[in-house]
């Protein structure tokens, strides 16, 4: 482990002294109880030193499991060519770019329709299924809003809805009114068309959903296809987990799945078990929800802990990763004894837990425990331990 002395002593000398304990041996420091070190208060800001307090927790049994973050297919959109003719760029706008960022209910790009007898004969019937399409969307939209309230009555009032059943009312909902817009602009856009005269302007086509482009299958100035498929949107906050289960695993009867997102943990609802098993592991694998979840993309991997209650409930602490350092094979904390002193602790007995260990005691003065600036810390007990052992 790099030794951040040297570069700390014009800085910080004389920063710290060492309080030896009895019974080290030289070059031994913190196989016993090592040295405390002692920090002024402005020597303490120097370093960025930071502390929490050690909670007591009850331990659950938890099991960890590799898993891999995997798009939703529910979270896939597709945007298909309403007619024959030419794709064209929006004017003032560029052509889409793969991966660009797009947003609900705005324009792609445009169909340039060629009129032709056998064309204008598509591009009314288009406008009579656009227009039939748009009265079902107006129904599916008041039917979704109606369905949405009545769930949100019900999970207020706390009669058996889920969360999960009113978030889908609410995608089902957001779902309808964006088909509803789509099929308002198309229908203005044709009957323009139609009943325009030299109408200039193409037939917009709109973004279903907000998203990202991850597949585009047609260039601008292309002759497209009635029903040809052009786009392909991810809704980028919509993702699950799938978690490899070891063979022959027994599922407890109650658990929780969580996992870690950008130093926070979350809860996954579980949707249910794959119908393939593991390449990985070969056992089952279990399918997860993650919501609201930005910067990861399908196929970084994750570890997913699954928790269930104890029989015999263990009392104890919980240590977060952060505070934690390695010396000799150990693991180690460093605690806040005092105003300007911190002494080295080994973590004994610990158990992985998400985010950190379970420890089932920790001496009595540990009630602070450093959580920034635990490896300047470690380089001092480093140092202090070359140094006496010549």
Do not use: C
């Not at 693991?331 to 379970?358: E, M």
């Amino acid at each position: 482990m790099k030794n951040y002395l040297p570069a700390l002593m014009p800085t910080l000398s004389p920063l710290f002294t060492f309080a030896a304990a009895a019974g080290i041996a030289a070059g031994h420091a913190l196989a016993s109880p090592a040295a405390d070190i002692h920090l002024t208060a402005r020597q303490q800001a120097r370093l960025q030193l930071s502390v929490q307090k050690a909670g007591l927790v009850i331990k659950k049994n938890y099991t960890a499991f590799p898993a891999v973050v995997a798009s939703d297919p529910g979270g896939i959109f597709v945007v298909s060519a309403p007619i024959d003719g030419k794709l064209q760029a929006i004017r003032g706008q560029r052509f889409p770019q793969l991966l660009s960022h797009v947003k609900a209910n705005s324009p792609l790009v445009q169909v340039m329709p060629a009129l032709s007898a056998s064309e204008l004969a598509t591009l009314k019937l288009l406008l009579v299924k656009t227009q039939a399409n748009l009265t079902a969307a107006r129904l599916a939209a008041a039917t979704a809003q109606a369905e949405l309230k009545r769930d949100q009555t019900l999970y207020d009032s706390n009669q058996a809805v889920s969360l999960q059943t009113l978030e889908n009312a609410q995608a089902a909902l957001a779902q309808a009114l964006s088909l509803y817009r789509s099929d308002r602009v198309i229908a203005a856009a044709v009957a323009a068309w139609l009943h325009g005269g030299k109408h200039t302007a193409g037939i917009p086509l709109m973004a279903p959903h907000t998203g990202r482009l991850i597949k585009i299958f047609a260039q601008p100035g292309q002759n497209i296809l009635a029903g040809q498929k052009l786009y392909k949107i991810w809704d980028t906050r919509r993702l699950m987990v799938k978690i490899y289960l070891p063979l022959n695993y027994n599922l407890p009867s109650h658990f929780q799945l969580t996992t870690t997102v950008h130093g926070h943990r979350m809860l996954l609802p579980l949707v249910g078990i794959a119908g393939h098993a593991s390449p990985l592991t070969g056992g089952a694998v279990m399918v997860a929800k993650l919501y609201g979840v930005r910067r990861l993309r399908p196929g970084m991997p994750k570890t997913v802990w699954l928790s269930s209650e104890l029989q015999h409930p263990e009392h104890g602490y919980f240590v977060p990763q952060r505070a934690i350092v390695w010396w000799g094979g150990a693991r180690w904390i460093f605690a806040k004894v005092s105003a300007i002193a911190f002494a080295p602790v080994r973590l004994v007995n610990s158990s992985p837990v998400p985010g950190g260990r379970f420890v089932p005691a920790l001496p009595r003065n540990v009630r602070l425990m450093v959580v920034r600036g635990a490896q300047y810390l470690l380089s001092i007990e480093q140092s202090y331990s070359l140094k006496k052992s010549g």
